[in-house]
């Protein structure tokens, strides 16, 4: 019942979003002078050939970001528990942002560690990988929205559908990588 709610909360803010999103020039990148991030996020993952595994979970997490160069590094950590089952993921990612219209278009890949216990099972530890995609909303001058899926591969292969808020920083001063340098 719980997760019905929050479920519907989701949708409702994924319409209502576009409506409260920060204007931004139409010329502008809206991405051009962030060089950090640091995020929260909530989400389901959907798993698949998951020994122990079978039922969708609700999972939250943490994220931070560093600009490198033309894109970002990223951090970060999922983890939940439902069913019997607890899940546990720390993700290390390089990512590129590609400004549309507005919005800030993301694409990722990375390494993972994750921890799982299935229903009625021992704890395991696997390496694995990922990819993924999703979109980024500024609604205000250092609140942006960020939408995601990521594919994750070992163990089995599981789907992270998640919604968040994530702070983005812009630098300053005139160091190494500062535009006008």
């Keep these: 019942m719980i997760r019905h709610h929050w479920s519907l909360f989701l949708f409702f803010l994924t319409l209502s979003l576009p409506v409260q999103v920060y204007a931004q020039q139409p010329d502008a990148d809206p991405n051009a002078n962030i060089t950090s991030e640091f995020g929260f996020h909530l989400g ?3 798993p698949a050939q998951i020994d122990g595994v079978t039922e969708i979970m609700p999972l939250w997490g943490l994220r931070g970001g560093y600009r490198m160069g033309q894109g970002f590094v990223e951090f970060g950590g999922i983890g939940g528990n439902a069913r019997g089952a607890e899940w546990t993921n720390l993700h290390l990612s ?9 919005l800030v278009g993301i694409l990722y890949f990375g390494a993972d560690a994750t921890q799982f216990k299935g229903a009625g099972k021992e704890k395991k530890i696997f390496g694995g990988g990922h990819v993924g995609g999703g979109l980024y909303a500024n609604i205000s001058p250092t609140v942006w929205f960020r939408g995601e899926m990521k ?17 983005r920083f812009q630098g300053g001063g005139s160091g190494a990588g500062s535009p006008g340098t």
């Design 44 to 46: 389901n993952l959907l």
């Design 94 to 102: 390089l990512r590129a942002d590609m400004p549309i219209e507005g």
């Design 151 to 167: 594919f994750n591969v070992n163990p089995g292969t599981s789907l992270y559908i998640g919604f968040g808020f994530v702070f």
